[in-house]
């Protein structure tokens, strides 16, 4: 007869394997800590963080993960630990398009985890100086939306930055109607968020509120304080947003499409190392005259390399004068990648690589 295990025999053995667990992290930690002593001998400002190496390591992880613990859970919990283990090699400090509780935020602590100094700026332009002027190790900046295209200030922010992209992240983007608790949804007369936001849940608005006013705030978290001092206002923000403001979350996932996104990136002092699925983001101004953007495209095609994105800004420098933001699939150091740069430059009024990093695969979750 088989003997059913009781409660606290289970508790028992629950408490012994989370000893062994806190022995093993312990063991994992004093091994990221030699690590870090190692980097410092060798290269004192070499870059600590390694997007590459953490994503081949989390997804090693999950492929191998067979048992009852859930499979998405395991990304998270071994991201902290890496995060934490990273810490005792330098302590990261990661500015981000603030302030707390914004989708930024949001792919902050997905790249980098929980334990990092978290900086949150009140601008994009203040990310990249915080990271410029070395109070920040990176920064994590939007660059565009799956419903609303291009965030301008980021790519305008380049247009003067020394800053090298070392990573990208895709962040679902699932948008929340947040509002005090006691507030219900006929009674609100003013939505307040960030354009963007607006913009995602457009279609979703007019047919729910209509004679609502729609106000414009700095960031979706700072929409979720203006609802909180307004007895008839509400916003447009994360879940995580409505924890921080103590407000009801009224609605879920009302932006227009479903599968919405936003790609970040993650700012820094160089590019990451080539690692065989990677991106190169260039900044080019074609020379004047018939047939500039052909010239500017044809060495890319004529490798077959992949141009997965262009984008055109004004220069601000000179009226009608453009700069073209592409995507190439590839590393600046691989050899057909190389050549082709090799050739832009004789064809270009100027050209300048934003970095090479890891592509990202798939929509974090």
Known sequence: MTEIPSLPGLRQAI??????VLALLNRRATLAAEVGRLKAAAAPDALFHAPARE??????????????????AVRTVFQEIMSACLSLEKPLRVAFLGPEGTFTHLAARHQF?????????????????????QRADYGVVPVENATEGAVDSTLD??????????????????QALLMRPELEVGGV??????????????????AHLPGADRIEAPSTSEAARLA??????????????????GLRVAETKIQDLAANATRFLVLGPRSAEPTGRDRTTLLAMAQDGPGALLRLLEPLARRGLNLSRIQSR????????YVFFL?????????????????????CASLKVLGSYPRALEVAR
């Open 189 to 206: 007369r003013r939505v307040y968020s960030h354009p963007q936001a607006l913009g995602q849940c457009r279609r979703w608005l007019e």
């Open 15 to 20: 408490d012994a394997v989370d000893d062994q």
């Open 113 to 133: 985890g929980g334990s990092g100094q978290a900086l949150p700026q009140g601008t994009i332009q203040a990310v990249f100086q915080a990271v410029e002027r």
């Open 157 to 174: 922010a380049f247009l003067d930055s020394s800053l090298a992209i070392c990573a990208e992240i895709l962040l679902p983007v699932d």
């Open 314 to 321: 004004p220069t601000r420098r000179k009226l009608w004068e």
């Open 55 to 72: 994503r081949e390591v989390l997804a090693r992880l999950e492929a191998a993960s067979a048992g009852p613990f859930p499979a998405p």
């Open 228 to 245: 909180r001092e307004d007895a008839e206002g509400a916003a447009v923000a994360s879940e995580l947003a409505a924890d921080l403001f």
């Open 327 to 347: 995507d190439v699939e590839g590393h600046a150091a691989d050899p057909a990648l190389a050549e082709a740069l090799e050739e832009l430059r004789g064809v």
